[in-house]
């Protein structure tokens, strides 16, 4: 098979103590990071929140104020970036516009005078299913296939370690769905280590093994995909991952099992192992597509928070499902995510309406916009 000869080539990443300032800018702060070999891990995080300057900093074209780098246990902080066991692919292709896609793939090789460079760069194509169209040249490609081709290109050289950086931007959402599902398929066949930078949610949820939501030059949380937006440990994670309900309440009582918070004058309840704590001020939330409304008098399971007293103040239909908006008198605009399981057709703006969702699905948050690092990595390992 053609990606046996591109295994086994993975190999773990640490960042240790990594911190990075500009003048008169903290663009990461203290950074302490194990990428283990072999998994696809993303980066994600908003504009300026750090993750392009550490991808920077593990590729050598950016040296850190202090800390290390370490790529299979090997010290390489201060390695230039030719000399390291790392190839990037970019957004822009960089394709040479003048050369067919099998000279493109084999250039490095070429330049490195390495024997069998064609023989190397058909198998890599093949790899990426474009071998059929090594003899065009990039611009008779589309911009799917090109990006596969710049793919095919870095793992050519078979690199310890792939960077992605905003591989996928500048694809069509079609397109850009579709590459997803293929860079995940050819990451796990290859088996290289794939770190991955994107401000997509949606991207690195459906590719990463592991996924760092960074903000403001530290990681707010990591862990799986799944494990992140169920059970979120801060506002900012709730709001990036998808949309939350937020809620600020004060702790009323505490149990082994619940926690319950008033939130102006409603009880919420809280499952205590889903509560990042049992006393004080706490804000705690729920997904709108957890959420149900109920127009008129409704029965709600006793297993259920409920807030009674909204009215519909928008809705919005999309086929498939409708997001309500609903405003209550003292907790403000609550979202709701309601499938179109019946014909009966939208509840009308302007409609009185209650909304409840499953205790089971609320999760309790911390106050501050960061957490301990070490902790989050814990809770990873512990998921």
């Known amino acids: 098979m053609a990606q046996a000869s591109f295994a086994d080539q993975g190999a773990d990443l640490e960042l240790s103590g990594i911190r990075k300032e500009f003048p008169g800018f903290l663009a990461i702060e203290d950074l302490d990071l ?43 902080t201060h390695l230039k970036a030719y000399r390291r066991p790392v190839n990037t692919v970019f957004q822009s ?42 003899d065009r ?31 996928l931007g500048a694809l069509d959402l079609k397109l850009r769905r579709q590459m997803q599902l293929e860079l995940k398929k050819i990451q796990s066949q290859v088996g290289l280590t794939f770190v991955h930078v994107t401000h997509d949610q949606e991207e690195a949820m459906t590719m990463a093994d592991t996924v760092a939501v960074m903000n403001h030059g530290r990681i707010e949380q990591l862990g799986a995909p799944a494990d992140l937006y169920e059970l979120p440990k801060t506002a900012f994670v709730a709001d990036f991952l ?49 959420s149900q409304m109920h127009a008129g008098s409704a029965q709600h399971p006793a ?20 997001q309500y908006t609903v405003q209550f008198p003292s907790l403000g605009r609550v979202v709701v995510f309601q499938q179109n399981a019946d014909s009966g057709g939208p509840v009308a703006a ?34």
């Open 34 to 76: 194990v990428v283990p070999a072999g998994s696809f891990f993303a980066l994600l995080g908003p504009s300026g929140c750090g993750k392009t300057t550490t991808l920077r900093i593990v590729a050598g074209l950016e040296p850190p104020t202090r800390g290390r780098v370490l790529i299979g246990g090997n010290d390489v």
């Open 93 to 134: 292709y960089a394709l040479f516009p003048h050369l067919s896609v099998l000279q493109n793939v084999a250039f490095g090789l070429k330049r490195r005078h390495i024997s069998g460079a064609d023989s190397d760069a058909h198998e890599a194509l093949r790899l990426v299913e474009l071998d059929h169209v090594a």
């Open 137 to 167: 040249k990039p611009q008779q490609l589309s911009g799917g296939q090109q990006q596969r081709v710049a793919l095919a290109r870095a793992i050519v050289n078979r690199p310890s370690l792939l960077l992605l950086d905003e591989p």
């Open 242 to 290: 998808g949309q939350s309900n937020l809620f600020r309440g004060t702790v009323s009582s505490a149990s082994a099992r619940s926690v319950v918070v008033d939130v102006a004058g409603q009880s919420l309840t809280v499952p205590a192992n889903r509560s990042v704590r049992d006393h004080g001020d706490l804000t705690i939330g729920v997904r709108p597509e957890k």
């Open 303 to 322: 297993d259920h928070n409920v807030i009674e007293g909204g009215r519909v103040a928008e809705v919005s239909y999309s086929g498939v499902s409708t």
């Open 350 to 383: 302007g409609t009185q309406v209650s909304v409840s969702w499953p205790i089971e699905s609320t999760f309790g948050l911390h106050d501050h916009r960061t957490i301990d690092v070490t902790a989050a990595a814990n809770d990873a390992q512990e998921g």
